[in-house]
T-cell receptor, first 113, second 116 residues
Framework: GENVEQHPSTLSVQEGDSAVIKCTYSDSASNYFPWYKQELGKRPQLIIDIRSNVGEKKDQRIAVTLNKTAKHFSLHITETQPEDSAVYFCAALQTSGTYKYIFGTGTRLKVLA | DAMVIQNPRYQVTQFGKPVTLSCSQTLNHNVMYWYQQKSSQAPKLLFHYYDKDFNNEADTPDNFQSRRPNTSFCFLDIRSPGLGDAAMYLC???????????????FGSGTRLTVV
């Protein structure tokens, strides 16, 4: 089955700087990769996603890149703000067998004002 | 915009006393999932329903059961809660139309379970 690794586990950046979170996956058949933001005590919220036929997707300050050959994808947040502080999870859609998402272990991002 | 609704938000149960958590959705999504999440760890999938087909994860304890009486509702039953079952339980829904095209989950707000 699919396995997703996520790094780093914690990340501290100064307000205004960029943050990058990286994930690798194992199943080359996976073709959909969402990113979720989870604030303390709240539900995970989908913030951006990318399909395997696209190399990069951007939505304002957030971008995701995908390298299918290397089987890794990354979340980029530019001009970080204190409200970006949260736990971020990457995921990969496992389509072999049952239909489900395999989550990474999460990255706690702290944006320092 | 509460389209996946979980009740209750907080549940306190006694050790060994059966408890049921509920999830309802207005999205008409055909897939519903139950996840267990402990203190900022990644959500751990317990099981999911693809339409009426039940899919159990290999490491989900027998203590956890689920029911989906119709498209809109899904229940998580914990037959004999232990202290280790205290966690946030997240319901999620998704639309799967076949093939390899997937869509993002919509999560409910979660139910935080405390076992005393």
């Amino acid at each position: 089955g699919e396995n997703v690794e996520q790094h780093p586990s914690t990340l501290s950046v100064q307000e205004g700087d960029s943050a990058v979170i990286k994930c690798t996956y194992s199943d080359s058949a996976s073709n959909y990769f969402p990113w979720y933001k989870q604030e303390l005590g709240k539900r995970p919220q989908l913030i951006i996603d990318i399909r395997s036929n696209v190399g990069e997707k951007k939505d304002q300050r957030i971008a995701v890149t995908l390298n299918k050959t290397a089987k890794h994808f990354s979340l980029h947040i530019t001009e970080t703000q204190p409200e970006d502080s949260a736990v971020y999870f990457c995921a990969a859609l496992q389509t072999s067998g049952t239909y489900k998402y395999i989550f990474g272990t999460g990255t706690r991002l702290k944006v320092l004002a | 915009d509460a389209m996946v609704i979980q009740n209750p938000r907080y549940q306190v149960t006694q050790f060994g006393k059966p408890v049921t958590l509920s999830c309802s959705q207005t999205l008409n999504h055909n897939v519903m999932y139950w996840y267990q999440q402990k203190s900022s760890q990644a959500p751990k999938l317990l099981f999911h329903y693809y339409d009426k087909d039940f899919n159990n994860e290999a490491d989900t304890p027998d203590n956890f059961q689920s029911r989906r009486p119709n498209t809109s509702f899904c229940f998580l039953d914990i037959r004999s809660p232990g202290l280790g079952d205290a966690a946030m339980y997240l319901c999620a829904t998704s639309r799967y139309t076949g093939g390899a095209k997937g869509y993002g989950y919509t999560f409910g707000s979660g139910t935080r379970l405390t076992v005393v």
